[in-house]
């Protein structure tokens, strides 16, 4: 049984910019346990998109470790990742769909039908993914980091920029997912977001975990400076 408490490990992480010439990311300590779904949240630039970057592998700290629980880093595709802005190949939507899941035909358990109806693409099935509108690309996206069943889903502002029914349908699967068992790590600015899905809240400031807590905590006993102006809307200078 994978114990909880280390799910997934950070230990003295630390990502430079020698450009800037200064620190990027500076983690000393940060756990993820199995069994929430972990909001990182914080300002633009803060750091959170580059710490799930961290997190897939895309990029390489300059010093420290990331260790993952041996039971899923022996895993084939054990991490998946919903980006922001994300590409898709040059082909209609039933095709990027039916790629991803001839990568995992050992594993999945839906048919590019399926996945097309929970996530509302079959009107759009023989479109470029290119040429899907806004919302439809983030449910693609979504559509395909869930479909490689990996073990844990890293969702970097999943719903940015959506409206209200794509972000309740996305949100919709995340809860599903997470039920399923898989680990969530999601990005999100929304603090309503935050508090209709987090159970475990990360605020990250210039590169830095300011404080880690169960969202009952982090949204009304939070005494962080930063984390109160935040929650307030106000700039952190």
Do not use: W, Y
């Not at 987090?198 to 939070?222: C, H, P, R, W, Y």
């Amino acid at each position: 049984m994978i114990k909880m408490k280390d799910f997934i490990i950070i230990k003295n992480v630390l990502l430079v910019s020698t450009k800037e010439n200064k620190n990027l990311i500076d983690i000393p300590d940060l756990q993820f346990d199995k069994n929430s779904i972990s909001v990182i949240m914080g300002h633009n630039g803060s750091g959170k998109t580059l710490l799930l970057n961290l997190l897939q592998g895309l990029i390489t700290p300059n010093s420290g470790s990331i260790r993952f629980n041996p039971k899923i880093r022996n895993c084939k595709n054990f991490i998946s990742i919903m980006m922001q802005k994300p590409t898709f190949l040059r082909r209609t939507t039933q095709q990027n769909i039916q790629f991803i899941l001839d990568l995992n035909k050992n594993k999945t358990r839906m048919s590019f039908l399926e996945v097309l109806e929970r996530f509302d693409l079959v009107p759009q099935k023989n479109i470029l993914a290119n040429k899907l509108s806004g919302g439809e690309k983030q449910r693609l996206s979504l559509a395909l980091a869930t479909s490689i069943n990996s073990k844990i889903l890293l969702l970097d502002e999943p719903t940015a920029n959506a409206d209200p029914l794509t972000t309740f349908r996305i949100e919709k699967i995340i809860k599903e997912e997470a039920s399923a068992g898989k680990k969530i790590i999601l990005v999100t600015h929304s603090i309503a977001q935050a508090k209709r899905l987090g159970q475990d809240i990360i605020f990250i400031n210039n590169g830095k975990v300011l404080e880690q807590n169960k969202a009952t905590k982090f949204f009304t006993q939070s005494k962080t400076k930063e984390i109160v102006q935040f929650l307030k809307g106000e700039i952190i200078l």
